[in-house]
């Protein structure tokens, strides 16, 4: 129904900044909620921020606040994140995920990218 692909990844120093990419594809593209996810060597995947498709609404974990900004392009189907001050915790692999728009932007979600490596040095 919805493919997902990121991007954009790579080696940063810390202090540094990276742009994510997620790029979609499917029937029905603009009915789902957007979100970022990432998952450090040895620990479970946790939540990083979401946007509504439309862009009207957006959640942030506290963790990331004032250092991430998550955004999209509807005329591309592409997700974005921009990340800024990255720190060495900030080292993992990030994914894309997608839910149905009528649904919470926290909580499960039912479609997922490959994962793109963000490694953070000091």
């Known amino acids: 129904q919805i493919q997902l692909v990121e991007s954009g990844g790579g080696l940063v120093q810390a202090g540094g900044s990276l742009k994510l990419s997620c790029a979609a594809s499917?029937?029905?593209?603009?009915?789902?909620?957007m979100g970022w996810f990432r998952q450090a060597p040895g620990k479970e995947r946790e939540f990083v921020a979401a946007i509504s498709w439309g862009g009207g609404s957006t959640d942030y974990a506290d963790s990331v606040k004032g250092r991430f900004t998550i955004s999209r392009d509807n005329a591309k189907n592409t997700l974005y994140m921009q990340i800024d001050s990255l720190k060495p915790e900030d080292t993992a692999v990030y994914y894309c995920?997608?839910?149905?728009?009528?649904?919470?932007?926290?909580?499960?979600?039912?479609?997922w990218g490959q994962g793109t490596q963000v490694t953070v040095s000091s």
């Open positions: 995920a997608a839910k149905p728009r009528h649904s919470s932007l926290r909580g499960k979600y039912n479609y």
């Open positions: 499917g029937r029905s593209a603009g009915g789902f909620n």
